[in-house]
């Protein structure tokens, strides 16, 4: 018998895997949480039948989701990521030796467990000396730390659930005050294809608040139709922009071309941010 894992991009139309076994399932406080093997993008975690990460693409969104960000930044020492509890975001994160604290704070701690037991290439830094994990509501850990971090990094699952506080005008406000005064923030920010006015929405509330806001994308075959897109916002430095004597080595998807390319973006996307 076939075993077929489908993820629903909308009511019309449907993504499936093929699997060799289901490793995990559970439904946790705040989430379904499944771990599948699947023939074409090796282990895959989905949350609430949403693909999250799979071994074989995840390098794509991890190393895009921080890398930018931290060339960007000439001296980023202390960086928070909410959500991220597989550890993708950190294992890539540690790679820049200014680094000196790397805080994770995710909702729910069986996705942090799970990708510890099953996601082991992925998770692998998570208990690096130089890592905090915080079991804790973002949105709640963001509001109390003021003035402290150079770069925040929101690797949140999509605006549903636990997460929807994590795409609101409040949030990104405590977000700007969580940061030093030259900070920068970086989320992902979903596909240009899936929805007409969310990008155009969210880049409205995030110019109120922060002075430089740009988009850049990466394709990433498992996330909704490949395009994928982040949000850079930035208090002082350009990200478009690689700060001197940053050199990543080991990188499969990040360069500093690409860096340079992410930022161009097509007509149609460009159309989606740009300011009315
Ligand atoms: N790369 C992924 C994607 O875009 O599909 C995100 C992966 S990561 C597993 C997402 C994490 O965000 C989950 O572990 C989830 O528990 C966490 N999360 C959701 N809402 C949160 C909140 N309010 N505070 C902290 N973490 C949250």
């Known amino acids: 018998m076939e075993l077929w894992a489908r993820e629903f991009q909308n009511k019309n139309l449907v993504l499936s895997y093929r699997i060799k076994r289901t490793l995990h399932t559970e439904r946790s406080k705040y989430q379904d949480i499944a771990i599948v093997d699947t023939y074409e993008y090796g282990r895959m975690l989905m949350l609430d039948s949403i693909v999250q990460t799979t071994e074989v693409d995840e390098f794509v969104y991890h190393e895009m989701i921080t890398h930018v960000a931290l060339s960007a930044h000439p001296n980023p020492k202390k960086v928070l990521v909410v959500g991220g509890g597989d550890g993708g975001s950190i294992r890539e994160i540690l790679k820049h030796p200014s680094v000196e604290q790397a805080i994770l704070v995710d909702i729910d701690e069986r996705v942090v467990e799970l990708c510890k037991q099953y996601l082991p290439t992925i998770s692998c830094a998570l208990d690096d ?7 804790e509501d973002g949105l709640e850990y963001v509001k109390r730390h003021h003035n402290e971090f150079d770069l925040i990094i929101v690797d949140s699952t999509d605006p549903i659930g636990p997460a929807v506080g994590l795409f609101a005008q409040e949030f990104y406000r405590d977000l700007y005050g969580a940061l030093k005064e030259d900070g920068m923030f970086v989320a ?4 240009p294809w899936a929805s007409k006015t969310f990008l155009p929405e969210l880049h409205g509330v995030l110019r109120e608040i922060f002075p430089i806001v740009k988009l850049y994308l990466a394709n990433i075959p498992t996330y909704q139709s490949g395009l ?4 850079a916002c930035s208090k002082k430095y350009d990200p478009e922009v690689i700060q001197p004597g940053k050199e990543i080595t080991g990188t499969k998807y990040y360069s500093p071309e690409i860096h340079k390319a992410a930022f161009v973006l097509p007509p149609f996307v460009a159309d989606l941010v740009k300011v009315k």
């Open 129 to 135: 000396p130089r890592v905090t994990v915080r079991i």
């Open 188 to 191: 992902q920010t979903e596909p």
């Open 228 to 231: 994928y897109s982040f949000t």
